[in-house]
């Protein structure tokens, strides 16, 4: 697969948005699930910031992806959720992320969840409020690296049981899952329906 990829600009309200009407897919996921790393390691270059501290991302990012020759679309990295100010807090997304789901240019989420810890209120009330807009989504389990196999097994059930939509387990470390991933946002972008398997 040949990807190229730029970083096109961090948002900071709904007027700095691409106004360019390409298909987008959102990294939703709480603070330091990975969502920075995913998009580093889809792209398969550092174009987005890391950090072991939560809270990097602040910004709405956007980062223009082509693959073989397709039409462009952005991947976006949204603030992580469950803190705020460098603080632990149970609020919600805050208006900049609001403004911006509702976009029409919207056509997925991806919703990242550690895979070492599938059931946190945290994650669960982040699907509860994807569920209220009419989007596809999909649960990106991370870290699978981190699982044994019998973690892997259990944590497995318990996201399909709670969340009962499709899910990959990925490993940035590994490389794992990552490929299947690609083929997911791909059908979500161009508006193909995805099914459990």
């Known amino acids: 697969m040949n990807v190229s990829a730029e970083f096109v600009t961090s948002a900071t309200g709904p007027g700095d948005f691409p106004k360019d009407r390409l298909p987008e897919i959102a990294l939703v996921g709480r603070s330091n699930v990975g969502k920075s790393s995913l998009v580093n390691a889809l792209l398969r270059r550092s174009v987005a910031r890391t950090s072991a501290a939560p809270g990097k991302t602040r910004l709405v990012n956007f980062y223009r992806v082509q693959l073989n020759r397709q039409k462009a679309f952005y991947l976006v990295d949204l603030p992580g959720y469950g803190y705020a100010r460098g603080k632990k807090t149970a609020e919600g997304?805050?208006?900049?992320?609001?403004?911006?789901?509702?976009?029409?240019?919207?056509?997925?989420?991806?919703?990242?969840?550690?895979?070492?810890?599938?059931?946190?209120?945290?994650?669960?009330?982040?699907?509860?409020?994807?569920?209220?807009?009419?989007i596809q989504k999909i649960i990106i389990a991370t870290k699978a690296d981190k699982l044994t196999r019998a973690m892997r097994?259990?944590?497995?059930?318990?996201?399909?049981?709670?969340?009962?939509?499709?899910?990959?387990?990925?490993?940035?470390?590994?490389?794992?899952?990552?490929?299947?991933?690609?083929?997911?946002?791909?059908?979500?972008?161009?508006?193909?329906?995805?099914?459990?398997?």
Do not use: M
């Open 153 to 197: 097994v259990r944590h497995t059930k318990e996201l399909e049981s709670l969340y009962k939509c499709p899910l990959r387990l990925v490993s940035i470390q590994s490389g794992e899952g990552l490929e299947g991933l690609w083929k997911l946002i791909v059908k979500l972008k161009n508006l193909k329906e995805i099914k459990a398997q």
């Open 93 to 134: 997304f805050g208006d900049l992320v609001e403004s911006y789901i509702t976009r029409t240019t919207v056509k997925g989420v991806l919703l990242l969840i550690d895979a070492r810890h599938p059931g946190l209120e945290a994650d669960q009330v982040a699907w509860n409020w994807i569920n209220e807009k009419t």
